[in-house]
């Protein structure tokens, strides 16, 4: 069975195909610069090594509709392609980043289903218009191919409502969805299903704290294999400090800032999404310079760095009181899975709360998910690798068994 996962944002597409059988991917890329003068599109075919099976070019693509058409052509050519007609595709998984209150798990596309989703639109306005129109492209490129969408809010949808809801007028969460969704769900989910495999134990007897680390992050609690509490809130501007975006904050802070600056909402907003976090701090929000300026004494890269640290240690240490007894923390995505120095930075001096860290380990990683900790460490810290689009396609073929 060959899956293919879409993920459309709003001026672009990032797609994968799989072959379930083997659990390999056969090909992947990225259309991009949609709409505008000139787009560009990078195709990867497995297997084999990048070059030779790589292939970017340039050319416009007005629409999400000529993006795809191009991504088929590829996906089917006679030479370079891995499939020899799209007939091939048994379903089609769709990445959504907000289900709202409407989705709790991943579900098959109908028009009922399209309907509630845009009413979505207003919680996700920069996401979910280009997820929409990728489905509706999908739908009339592969007609009568079954279509799931896959919610990156779902996985938090098993909150209690002490959670997930505000300490405001109750009426705003009735009226208006305000509440905590939280996000990366499908990476959360992921990794805590493969943890309970490092652990040796059923999902269903595990007590994790999973920390989602790229340029957006994100943690979670999981309790019994279930999420009950997460970092992000209604959007994913709360929680930890991350590349561009600022985590929590005081909320007065919007009104004082855009008072004394003159600013409206949508600048204050802008600059706390894409000017703040670590770049907002020092500069740059990639933590290799970060790591280079630290070392030759930076004192703001040193402070965005601490500042990072020192927030996602607090969210563990919340969730650790949460959940009462802890298997393991997981560490995932670019920068959980390749900064050793992050991970360190977070698990130093936890040896009274059952985290012993291996300093060896933690710096030479295999890639394989495993223990970074010591042996004889009572609480586990995991590094993963997260597979989101594998964990859709897995998602896309439950729903297509029902």
């Given amino acids: 069975m060959k899956i293919l996962v879409i993920n459309a944002g709003s001026s672009s597409i990032k797609y994968q195909l799989l072959d379930m059988e083997k659990g390999n991917p056969l090909a992947s890329g990225v259309v991009e610069r949609i709409g505008e003068d000139m787009g560009n599109l990078t195709h990867k075919a497995y297997p084999g090594t990048a070059d030779e099976n790589k292939s970017t070019f340039e050319k416009p693509f007005p629409t999400h509709k000529e993006g795809m058409h191009e991504v088929v052509a590829l996906l089917t050519d006679s030479e370079k392609g891995v499939i020899k007609d799209r007939s091939e595709i048994a379903g089609i998984g769709h990445r959504i980043v907000h289900g709202g209150e409407y989705f709790f798990k991943p579900t098959l596309v109908d028009n009922e289903m399209l309907e509630k989703l845009r009413k979505t639109i207003p919680l996700a306005p920069l996401h979910n218009p280009g997820h929409i129109i990728g489905i509706e492209v999908a739908m009339e490129l592969f007609p009568g191919v079954k279509q799931v969408c896959v919610f990156d809010t779902s996985f938090h949808q098993t909150m209690e409502p002490k959670a997930y809801q505000y300490g405001i007028p ?68 709360g929680g930890i400090i991350m590349g561009t975006r600022c985590g929590d904050i005081d909320p007065a802070i919007l009104g004082y800032i855009a008072d004394q600056k003159g600013w409206d909402l949508k600048k204050t907003l802008n600059v706390l999404t894409h000017e703040s976090g670590l770049k907002g701090i020092c500069g740059s929000n990639d933590l290799r310079d970060i790591h280079k300026r630290r070392e030759e004494g930076d004192e703001r890269a040193q402070l965005a760095f601490d500042m990072a640290v020192h927030r996602c240690r607090q969210f563990i240490g919340a969730y650790f009181f949460e959940l009462g007894e802890v298997d393991a923390v997981i560490f995932t995505a670019g920068i959980g899975e390749n900064d050793p120095d992050y991970r360190a930075g977070t698990m130093e001096g936890l040896e009274k709360f059952g985290i012993k860290m291996d300093a060896d380990k933690n710096a030479n990683w295999n890639r394989q998910p495993s223990a970074v900790s010591a042996d004889d460490s009572p609480v586990k810290v995991l590094v993963i690798a997260t597979n989101e689009e594998l964990e859709i396609a897995n998602d896309t073929v439950a729903v297509l068994n029902e």
């Fill in 170 to 237: 109750y009426e705003l969460y009735e009226e208006l969805g305000v509440r905590r969704y939280g996000f990366h769900g499908t990476s959360h989910k992921y990794v805590a299903r493969e943890a309970s495999k490092v652990l040796g134990k059923p999902l269903e007897e595990c007590n994790l704290v999973t920390v989602h680390l790229g340029n957006g992050a994100s943690l979670s609690a999981v309790k019994n294999g279930k999420c009950i509490d997460t970092s992000m809130g209604l959007t994913p501007l």
